[in-house]
């Protein structure tokens, strides 16, 4: 995390010497579904859990600041944005078959680091994204055995489409995917909980 955070102050650092620089506002939805294709079963005791991804998409929001470096055609966009998502699982009683819909909501802070290219009022752009966990989600099972643990910090990709308009509105959609398989463990059992989001924002240019 370190690391990342050294990274981010050198573009920053490095981005005022570059010509045409902007700095930015901006905030936006995103829609959530998660990569966890196969059910797990924790046990705790006698007891067992079925736990499995629950149908649909879960929604969050996003709002931070950002700097765009143009140069000629190509442009540098690094992001800060405070992120939330939600997990949506479907957890099941075994010895019962007593089913409930669980949800848990991340706080994180995620950096994004965009490359693209304008054609006119139009850019493409794609890059590297880090999230940084604050805090931890509710329980997912009410059970002193089986504490759920996360990663601290998790790498993953966004890839998308912009808009400008007068120059100093933007509109971004984009898709983002993760990198990191696991990034929780209930019990002794990792979760392939990737997210995959797509996420739209609204911005301004100063």
């Known amino acids: 995390m370190k690391k990342l955070f050294v990274l981010l102050l050198a573009v920053?650092?490095?981005?005022?010497?570059?010509?045409?620089?902007?700095?930015?506002?901006?905030?936006?939805?995103?829609?959530?579904?998660?990569?966890?294709?196969?059910?797990?079963?924790?046990?705790?005791g006698s007891t067992s859990y079925l736990v499995e991804k629950a149908e649909g998409a879960s929604y969050g929001f996003h709002a931070g600041v950002f700097l765009r470096a143009n140069i000629s055609k190509l442009?540098?966009?690094?992001?800060?944005?405070?992120?939330?998502?939600?997990?949506?699982?479907?957890?099941?009683?075994?010895s019962t078959l007593a089913d409930?819909?669980?949800?848990?909501?991340?706080?994180?802070?995620?950096?994004?680091?965009?490359?693209?290219?304008?054609?006119?009022?139009?850019?493409i752009n794609g890059g590297p994204v880090g999230s940084v966990n604050i805090g931890s989600p509710k329980e997912l099972i009410d059970d002193p055995d089986l504490k759920a643990t996360y990663a601290s910090m998790t790498?993953?990709?966004?890839?998308?489409?912009?808009?400008d308009i007068v120059k100093r509105i933007t509109i971004d959609l984009?898709?983002?995917?993760?990198?990191?398989?696991?990034?929780?463990?209930?019990?002794?059992?990792?979760?392939?909980?990737r997210p995959n989001a797509f996420l739209l924002s609204l911005g301004i240019m100063f």
């Open 100 to 123: 409930s819909l669980k949800t848990q909501t991340f706080n994180k802070l995620d950096i994004p680091v965009m490359i693209g290219l304008k054609f006119g009022p139009v850019r």
């Open 155 to 163: 790498f993953g990709y966004q890839a998308g489409l912009g808009l």
């Open 12 to 44: 920053f650092i490095a981005l005022p010497a570059m010509p045409q620089i902007k700095f930015g506002l901006k905030a936006g939805a995103s829609t959530t579904s998660i990569s966890m294709d196969d059910a797990k079963t924790v046990t705790s």
């Open 75 to 94: 442009y540098i966009q690094p992001e800060v944005l405070f992120a939330t998502r939600s997990n949506d699982y479907k957890v099941t009683n075994t």
């Open 174 to 193: 984009r898709y983002e995917g993760s990198l990191s398989k696991y990034q929780s463990k209930l019990g002794d059992i990792a979760l392939d909980d």
